[in-house]
């Protein structure tokens, strides 16, 4: 009797284990591409096995996990299933890293590793799309990792200016990038800044390092949030050199140029701060219909301006007028008629 109870508890462990293993091929992971996934759990323990083969020339591109896993006779007997039905998987689709027109793939380990980070994590392993295989790239897992390492971090793909961004917060008042280009399965590391707010301020002060010229260069200049001002008037200049910003904050007029590049920073500040308000005097005026906004910095006097038909800034610059007129204009200049500034005089 005792043999028969202990060959059923052997035969109900065996029926176990079996039913804790899942094999699952899925078609619609990846566009022209087919995953195989399989995923034990054992005494605790969980492994996972990934294939991943070309349609059309049924290859192998990427095999990841337990090899252990990926006996032939658990592939066939493998179900086919949406990609969102399988819980839990480790696998997906990151993006195109390295901007080559071929998604790349991000997969997690399954153990869980507490390294120190704020909070524990499963280690990732990025694989690059190229012709005829996924590569893994240390390079790239490393920034992924690291970025997940830290309080607040984050990976960002910038397609548009073809990099990739890493993040920390250091606090609500600090954060700090990192940005890098990429090429095949290594990254670079092309600029790094610090941005530090100022409750008092309007202005985020931004310090670091760009690489230009085979050389790294020192940065430090202001940024804004835009969508956090309170706008008063606002341009595109046509000659697509930036951006114009009018704003108050409190009792003080504020003007900056934000730059149209991939930093969108701030190149002109008037006034660069709250302390210099009492320094950097506006004069308003309403000719007809149209309305002027003075300001001189230094030799260079600034004239933004806003007429039924046209808005822009004109800068003179010893004697000589540059005029940038403006596109995709927001709010008016009409409203510092009827709204006081400590930095703004009504002519």
Known sequence: MKIKLCFVLFLFAEIYNVSAQKAYIVNDFLKDYTLYFVKQTKDSETKEYYKLTENQTKKTVLEYGSIEL?????????????FKSIPESNIRVLGDVNFDGRKDIVIHETEINDDGCYTAQATAHVFINTPGNFLSSPSISRLYNDAYC???GSFEIDSKNKR???????????????????SGIEAKEIAAFEER???????????????????????TTLSVYEP???KVFSFDTKNGKGRVLLFKAKDILY???????????????YPSSPEKA????????????????????????????????KTGIKIYVNGKLSDWQGTAKTG??????????????KE
């Open 70 to 82: 990926s006996k032939s006779e658990t592939l066939k007997t493998a179900k086919i299933t949406a």
């Open 150 to 152: 830290v309080r607040g």
């Open 164 to 182: 990739v961004i890493t993040s920390s917060s250091g606090g609500a008042a600090l954060h700090v990038y990192s940005y890098y280009s990429i």
């Open 197 to 219: 707010a100022d409750a008092f301020s309007p202005f985020i002060t931004i310090t670091g390092k760009k690489w230009k010229d085979n050389n790294w260069v020192s940065v």
């Open 228 to 230: 956090g001002l309170n």
């Open 255 to 269: 003007y900056a140029f934000q730059q149209n590049d991939e930093y969108k920073f701030i190149s002109f500040a």
């Open 278 to 309: 009492d320094k950097s005097t506006f004069k308003f005026r309403k000719k007809n219909t149209a309305y002027e906004l003075e300001f001189n910095s230094g030799p260079i006097k600034y004239i933004a301006y806003e007429t039924p038909t």
């Open 332 to 345: 008016t200049l009409a409203a510092l008629a009827n709204t006081d500034f400590k930095n703004v005089i």
